[in-house]
DNA sequence: GTATTATGTTGCTTCTAATTAACATCGCTT
DNA sequence: AAGCGATGTTAATTAGAAGCAACATAATAC
C-alpha cells in the first residue's frame, strides 16, 4: 500500500502481534500439508515471495492474498466469525442508546438525556 | 499490491464473498459506534477513502488497514480464532500421517507404507 | 426550508507491492 | 557425504495503492 501509511509501517502493537500470529499459522498450515510455498503459491495465482511475506506477516500485503492463502487452505471458513454483529455487544448497547442511524455526531448532541 | 495479482484481481468466490462480509460488517460497527469515516480514518492514521475502500470489501487493499479497522472499533480479538492450529483437523491428521517435517513432497516420497 | 455534515466520485501525483532472475544456504533423502 | 529441493536474499522493473483536491450528492440537524 503506496505512500507512507501510518497503521502499515508502524502498526498498533495489538495489529503486529495479530499478523505476525496469522503469518505463523498460515505456515504451520502449509507444512502440515507438506506443500512447498512455492505450489501454494502457484494454487493462489501469486509468487512464491508473496506467500513468504505472509508467513512473516508482512502488513502491507494486500487482504486478498491472507484471504486468498487461507482459501487455499481450506481454513477460509473461520473468518465467518470475525466483526460478526451480533457479537458486538458494545456496539449493540451503542445502538440502542443514540437513535440506530447513519453517522454524522459532531460536536454537542442535545439527545444526552 | 501492485503488479496484476490474479487473487486480488479476480478473487475465488469464497475470498470476494468473505471480503464484502467482512466491509459490511466494519461498516455496521462502526455506525453503531456513530463515527465518520473520517474520524476512523484519523484514528488509523490513513485517509477517509482507504476507510471507504475496506468497508467496499476492495481486495487490494493492505491487510493492515483492515485489521487497523478493527482494532480501532475495538473488535481485533476475534482474530485470535481464525487458523488456529489446534482446530485445523485436517491439517493435524496429516500430519500424524507422515514425519511432522519441513515441506519437501515431490513426485513420489517412498514412504507409502 | 436551510445550513451543515457525511459520503461518493474524478483526476492527478507519489511511492511501493509484487514480479522476475540469479545466487546462497539450509534440510531432507539416499 | 552428496545431491536435490525448499527457502532466503538481492537487485531491477512496473503497474497500482494511497494521498490529496475539488466538486456533487445525500442525509441529518437547526
Redesign the pocket.
Known sequence: ?????????SPPAGVEEALERLGRRI?TA??RRR???????AR?????????????G?????I??YLGALWALGLLGQMREVADPDRDEEGKALERA??P???????????DF
Open positions: 500500500m503506496p505512500r507512507p501509511t501510518k497503521i502499515a509501517a505456515r502449509r507444512l506443500l512447498p510455498q512455492a505450489e501454494l503459491a493462489m495465482g501469486v509468487s512464491r515471495f508473496v506467500v513468504a511475506d505472509v508467513e512473516r508482512k502488513p502491507t500485503t494486500g486478498a492474498v443514540h437513535s442511524r447513519r453517522a454524522h455526531r459532531r460536536g454537542a448532541l442535545s439527545d
